[in-house]
């Protein structure tokens, strides 16, 4: 099976005051977290990164190493076009894993996991933490084809009804958290 890689990154972070996927952590941006993680994943290719908010600093100021960018025009509508312009720039891959490019601490090890299931037999597999879903997502080629449907600043949960989706608990992989204020930055 063919997997392709989606990181999430086009909105403003307006909660954070500014561009948060350029915020550092630890000596490097918050976004570079994400990129890493994914790339360290081998059967993962392509790739994405979908950027939208000040895409032209992003580009600049992060190491997209092998991965792609692309810009969401509609980053402003919120997480859903992002997905959207993701898929398609995925092209033909039969699943994506998808991860959110303000989660710094999803591992390698926890992406690599949800490939461990039977994915032709689960359309969609999506990660849990203490039991409240979270990233990273695999999304089927079933489950793919039905972004077209979604709207606003949702992630694909609406469209999960009728699909075979496995669950399974990661909170021993990683730290789901995503870094949301400068507070929460400030923290870490």
């Known amino acids: 099976m063919s997997f392709g890689g989606l990181i999430l990154a086009a909105g403003e972070g307006s909660r954070f005051g500014g561009t948060k996927q350029l915020a550092?952590?630890?000596g490097r941006t918050l976004l570079s977290y994400a990129v890493d993680a994914?790339?360290?994943?081998?059967?993962?290719?392509?790739?994405?990164?979908?950027?939208?908010?000040?895409?032209?600093?992003?580009?600049?100021?992060?190491?997209?190493?092998?991965?792609?960018?692309?810009?969401?025009d509609r980053w402003h509508e919120g997480q859903s076009a992002s997905l959207r312009c993701g898929i398609e720039a995925l092209g033909d891959v039969e699943a994506?894993?998808?991860?959110?490019?303000?989660?710094?601490?999803?591992?390698?090890?926890?992406i690599a996991a949800t490939l461990d299931w039977?994915?032709?037999?689960?359309?969609a597999v999506r990660t849990t933490y203490r039991g409240a879903p979270g990233h990273p997502v695999v999304l089927t080629r079933r489950a793919l084809e039905r972004a077209d449907g979604l709207r606003g600043d949702r992630g694909f949960r609406d469209l999960f009804y009728?699909?075979?989706?496995?669950?399974?608990?990661?909170g021993h992989l990683c730290d789901p958290t995503d870094i949301d204020t400068r507070e929460e930055l400030a923290e870490r």
Do not use: N, W
Not at 41 to 63: C, E
Not at 96 to 110: M, S
């Open 24 to 26: 550092v952590l630890r």
């Open 38 to 72: 994914m790339l360290a994943v081998p059967p993962i290719s392509p790739v994405v990164a979908v950027l939208g908010h000040d895409a032209d600093a992003i580009r600049s100021a992060v190491d997209f190493g092998a991965a792609e960018t692309v810009v969401c």
């Open 96 to 110: 994506a894993v998808i991860t959110l490019g303000d989660q710094p601490f999803i591992t390698p090890q926890v």
């Open 118 to 123: 039977d994915l032709d037999y689960y359309d």
């Open 162 to 170: 009728g699909l075979r989706v496995k669950t399974f608990e990661a």
